[in-house]
Nanobody, 124 residues
Framework: QVQLVESGGGLVQAGGSLRLSCAASGRTFSSYAMGWFRQAPGKEREFVGAISRSGGTTYYADSVKGRFTISRDNAKNTVYLQMNSLKPGDTAGYYC?????????????????WGQGTQVTVSS
């Protein structure tokens, strides 16, 4: 079992950057594929990005490709989401998620463990 805690959200102007962090408890973080999702008010939770256990494979939603980068540091039990060129449409609660598997997936239902989320607000 792993517990996830996100941080790094906040208010930023359009065009700005933020880096989200997701710290995981436990000694088996390197056995978890990780994902980032977001949910805006009145909308369904949507996939943002995912990363394999080693960090060698990443996937992104088309809406963030080229602007967001997901990475991880297994020595620090942390996964990151670097967000550049932010747009007002990126405003949402951002959640990290983990699944103890070698397979990287993009659907929320496939992830068993979730953090509490961190809010990102992008002003125009």
């Amino acid at each position: 079992q792993v517990q996830l805690v996100e941080s790094g959200g906040g208010l930023v102007q359009a065009g700005g950057s933020l880096r989200l962090s997701c710290a995981a408890s436990g000694r088996t973080f390197s056995s978890y594929a990780m994902g980032w999702f977001r949910q805006a008010p009145g909308k369904e939770r949507e996939f943002v990005g995912a990363i394999s256990r080693s960090g060698g494979t990443t996937y992104y939603a088309d809406s963030v490709k080229g602007r967001f980068t997901i990475s991880r540091d297994n020595a620090k039990n942390t996964v990151y989401l670097q967000m550049n060129s932010l747009k007002p449409g990126d405003t949402a609660g951002y959640y990290c998620a983990g699944r103890q598997s070698i397979v990287v997936v993009t659907t929320a239902d496939e992830y068993r463990y979730w953090g509490q989320g961190t809010q990102v607000t992008v002003s125009s």
